[in-house]
């Protein structure tokens, strides 16, 4: 049974960070990309961060490219989104994703499974 469960979501102020986690179970990581999708109230779910299962290659959305990094610890089976300089504008109930394929080519028309999300919101 594939389970993805983040954690690391909450309330910061602008300018604050926040790093996120994605435990993943029931399949092989190491052979999948990994990806963090958002959702604001009222938004579409917008793709976020994708890395490839060989950690050769990232992608970021240009909405927080510089500020956020994502990477991977198959050993811990985890994914992570470490976000600087938050805005408000980053508010949104944030996803990991199971991406069906290695590489994050088209990675938001190739997600396999969806996590259950975790809050974060940024505000003063």
């Known amino acids: 049974q594939v389970q993805l469960v983040e954690s690391g979501g909450g309330l910061v102020q602008p300018g604050g960070s926040l790093r996120l986690s994605c435990v993943a179970s029931g399949f092989t990581l190491d052979y999948y990309a990994m990806a963090w999708f958002r959702q604001a109230p009222g938004k579409e779910r917008e793709g976020v961060s994708c890395?490839?299962?060989?950690?050769?290659?990232?992608y970021y959305a240009d909405s927080v490219k510089g500020r956020f990094t994502i990477s991977r610890d198959n050993s811990k089976r985890t994914v992570y989104l470490q976000m600087n300089r938050l805005k408000p504008e980053d508010t949104a109930t944030y996803y990991c994703a199971n991406i069906k394929w290695a590489q994050c080519h088209d990675y938001a028309s190739r997600v396999g499974f969806w996590g259950q999300g975790t809050q974060v919101t940024v505000s003063s």
């Open positions: 890395i490839s299962s060989s950690e050769r290659t990232t």
